[in-house]
């Protein structure tokens, strides 16, 4: 079946460090990616999408692209802030099933 | 602020207590979605509505009732639930159901303790 692999975390950076969280998928048709992020004491939110291949997904400084070659859709940031301390979720939806999430990875930024 | 509101923010109860979860969207999204999510893990599916009727049951045990009373509600009614049902509770709405490029938008979730 489908499936999400992410990079066993936590991921620890300092302020303005430039962050890549790996992310591959295993999926028999062409799904739509996302990245979540979730705060402490928080719900999900949509960080960005990517609905087909070569697509680029990017908010509030972070981007990936859908990679269908290497099967991937790595998270990337130029610059970390404190504020982007949170877990990452890594995840893909083809129409008619549920969505299926990466075991997320923790990342901390220390000032 | 998340569109999707979640009531209570936390709930302590016991074994034997009855007690609803509430969620509402007013985004005009058919399709809403409980999700049981423990410390340190992805969110796991438990149920999903299209279009107010239930359409996914992922086996969950019957002391989780979910209902849909119309397309902006989504409750989950908990009875007689054990120690290992504590855990944070996240609704989530998408605009159709079965469409593959359409996000799911999360709330912030109940937290559960069942003591």
């Known amino acids: 079946g489908d499936s999400v692999t992410q990079m066993e975390g936590p991921v620890t950076l300092s302020e303005e460090a430039f962050l890549t969280i790996n992310c591959t998928y295993t999926?028999?048709?062409?799904?739509?990616l996302f990245w979540y992020v979730q705060y402490p004491g928080e719900g999900l939110q949509l960080l960005l999408k990517a609905t087909k291949a070569d697509d680029k997904g990017s908010n509030k400084g972070f981007e990936a692209t859908y990679r269908k070659e290497t099967t991937s859709f790595h998270l990337e940031k130029g610059s970390v802030q404190v504020s982007d301390s949170a877990v990452y979720f890594c995840a893909l939806h083809q129409a008619g099933t549920a969505l299926i999430f990466g075991k997320g990875t923790t990342l901390s930024v220390s000032s | 602020d998340t569109e999707v509101t979640q009531t209570p923010k936390h709930l302590v109860m016991g074994m034997t207590n009855k007690k609803s979860l509430k969620c509402e969207q007013h985004?005009?999204?058919?399709?809403m979605y409980w999700y049981k999510q423990k410390a340190k893990k992805p969110p796991e599916l438990m149920f999903v509505y299209s279009y107010e009727k239930l359409s996914i049951n992922e086996s969950v045990p019957s002391r989780f009732s979910p209902e849909c009373p119309n397309s902006s509600l989504l409750n989950l009614h908990l009875h007689a639930l054990q120690p290992e049902d504590s855990a944070l509770y996240l609704c989530?709405?998408?605009?159709?159901?079965?469409?593959?490029?359409?996000?799911?938008?999360f709330g912030d979730g109940t937290r559960l303790s069942i003591l």
């Open positions: 989530a709405s998408s605009p159709m159901p079965a469409k593959d490029n359409q996000p799911q938008h």
């Open positions: 985004m005009g999204h058919r399709a």
């Open positions: 999926a028999t048709g062409y799904p739509s």
